[in-house]
């Protein structure tokens, strides 16, 4: 409001400058060029800078709309209560339909969010790293101490996707042993086209 620049225009009637921006009200009539004072009730900006201006008191210039005698008066009556949504009266229009879903920034999440009630509350077991026992660790261990037990030594390289010991393809599959035979049976191929 301190930055708004007040130009008198004669008893009640000002105009608020702030850069580009000009705004002509009246605090007699209770009015501002941009209606917001009219509409709401309550004094805009550049009303509540020209009240100041002339040093008066912005709650007099507040509609009667916001006094407690006028909340009062709402209420002195009953209420009457009214139907529900399925009492109201069909329209030809067709029903609104949600906006356009719009791709948002950034990565996508792949698990959902879960709901509080489905949280779950992961606790941690404690080993005991001198008796090898659950739920306490070797600073508070009043057992004897055991020894850890081996840990089994894992096979280097990738493991086979048959899972036995041989590949799925050979490409050189084992030769069997020739069985020797006589010389009198090979049958006898010349060079020659004989």
Not at 11 to 30: C, I, Q, S
Not at 130 to 143: A, P, V
Not at 153 to 179: L, N
């Amino acid at each position: 409001m301190r930055l708004w620049t007040m130009v008198p225009s004669g008893g009640d009637v000002f105009e608020t400058r702030y850069g580009y921006n000009r705004y002509k009200f009246d605090l007699a009539n209770h009015s501002c060029t941009c209606n917001l004072w009219m509409l709401s009730g309550i004094p805009c900006v550049h009303s509540q800078a020209a009240i100041n201006y002339v040093h008066k008191d912005l709650s007099e210039f507040i509609s009667s709309w916001f006094h407690k005698d006028k909340y009062v008066a709402t209420y002195s009556q009953n209420i009457q209560p009214i139907g529900g949504s399925n009492l109201w009266p069909m329209t030809e229009f067709i029903k609104p339909l949600p906006p356009p879903a719009r791709r948002m920034s950034g990565r996508p999440k792949v698990n959902r969010v879960k709901h509080a009630s489905e949280s779950e509350d992961v606790t941690r077991t404690v080993r005991c790293g001198k008796c090898q026992q659950l739920g306490h660790n070797n600073i508070s261990c009043t057992n004897a101490e055991v020894p850890k037990p081996p840990i089994p030594k894992r096979k280097i390289g990738r493991p086979r996707k048959d899972g036995g010991g041989q590949p799925i393809f050979d490409p050189f599959p084992p030769v069997e042993p020739a069985i020797p035979r006589s010389d009198a049976a090979l049958p006898i191929v010349s060079e020659c086209g004989d």
